[in-house]
């Protein structure tokens, strides 16, 4: 698998791996999916077990180890155009 979808609300700013929705191996696939999830209804794991509206989305290049695709809206606190960190080290 080469691609991750993460995705949540915009007000939920702490969910980091959480936030992991699925994976898929090609990248059409992964945009695909990751556009067609904004607005849906999904549950976060865990002690709360919180049903959330997906508000966003993010694909995330496991090679390259850049996010290379966002949907929706911005996550709390951050920008598209820089503030976040999109590419590991």
């Known amino acids: 698998m080469r691609y991750l979808i993460f ?6 700013a702490a969910g980091g791996a959480r936030d992991l ?6 990248l ?5 999916y990751a556009e067609s999830i904004i607005g849906m209804t999904g549950v976060i794991e865990g ?4 049903t959330v509206k997906i508000e966003w989305s993010h694909v995330l290049d496991l090679e390259t180890k850049s996010i290379i695709a966002k949907f929706g809206d911005r996550p709390y606190g951050r920008s598209w155009d820089g503030d976040m960190v999109s590419t590991l080290k």
């Open 7 to 12: 995705g949540g609300t915009a007000y939920y």
């Open 21 to 26: 929705i699925t994976g898929a191996y090609d």
């Open 28 to 32: 059409d696939n992964a945009k695909d």
């Open 47 to 50: 002690e709360d077990e919180d």
